[in-house]
């Protein structure tokens, strides 16, 4: 059977340059530290990382003692998780368990068996599946009862594909977010490539916005209660100018990432 094309499989170099060519990305600075907190992960968990994508986060629950189930629905991005899996850590560590990777939609996860894992994780790609429900339906049928699905997603009041900005008002000297949208789902093209002037070589994905009674309507529906919340803000700082402490306050106040934990 031929498998299913996806936006992210035309993308898999560029996210994964994204993601490993520098030590200050939003992954390692903000999501990573945080996480792992959130998580608290002890020798033996199972985990099971849902949309992978090329395994970042994969191979450091396995280094921090996890026993590791990846799948993400893009052969090309497994593949370079396969290969960055068998490559040491850049701080020269070992990597820990063997990870098994899958390729597979996070609403079908054939390969896994009801109710085998401590933790699910979905990180920034909840909001690249259309169907939620069926995402969640499945990561709560893998669960232990007691078990725990952490995700994280672009914040959706305030990182609105399309529909949100930073703005500035020179009347007050304040920077702001404009909101124009928020209560009604969206299904949102992203163009990968907004410098690309050759149509042959645009790259698009899709974003699905859900304001964020959606979420926590298809976690109800899923069997699964929300149990924390955390909202986490950019670690950047402005260059030196005439808005930067602005820049910098609102940044602080305004967050770009929605924590959520559920327990089966």
């Not at 498998?3 to 990305?25: C, I, N, Q, R």
């Not at 163009?191 to 645009?202: L, N």
Request: charged fraction near 30%; glycine fraction near 6%.
């Amino acid at each position: 059977m031929k498998e299913k094309e996806t936006s992210w499989g035309g993308v898999a170099g560029w996210y994964d340059s994204l993601l490993e060519g520098t030590d200050d990305s939003f992954q390692s600075k903000v999501i990573m530290p945080n996480l792992l907190r959130v998580l608290d992960l002890k020798p033996g968990m199972a985990v099971l990382d849902i949309a992978c994508g090329q395994g970042y986060f994969s191979r450091a629950f396995a280094q921090n003692g996890a026993f590791v189930t990846a799948c993400d629905i893009s052969r090309e991005l497994i593949e370079v998780a396969k290969k960055r899996s068998l490559e040491k850590t850049s701080n020269g560590s070992k990597p820990g368990a063997p990870i098994v990777y899958q390729v597979a939609p996070a609403d079908k996860l054939a390969f896994a068996t009801n109710e085998s894992f401590d933790a699910a994780i979905v990180i920034l790609a909840l909001q690249n599946i259309e169907n939620l429900a069926g995402a969640l339906s499945e990561a709560s049928r893998t669960l232990k009862k007691g078990g725990r699905l952490i995700f994280v997603v672009n914040h959706p009041a305030f990182r609105i594909p399309q529909r949100s900005s930073w703005e500035w008002s020179d009347k007050d000297a304040k920077q702001y977010r404009r909101i124009d949208a928020y209560l009604s789902d969206a299904r949102i093209d992203i163009d990968m490539t907004p410098g690309e002037k050759d149509a042959r070589k645009k790259k698009m994905t899709v974003s699905f916005h859900r304001p964020l009674q959606s979420y926590f309507k298809a976690l109800n529906k899923a069997g699964l209660a929300v149990t924390r919340l955390e909202e986490w803000i950019s670690h950047k700082q402005s260059q030196k100018g005439p808005r930067s402490a602005e820049e910098d306050r609102t940044r602080k106040e305004i967050p770009m990432f929605l924590m959520l934990e559920a327990v089966k």
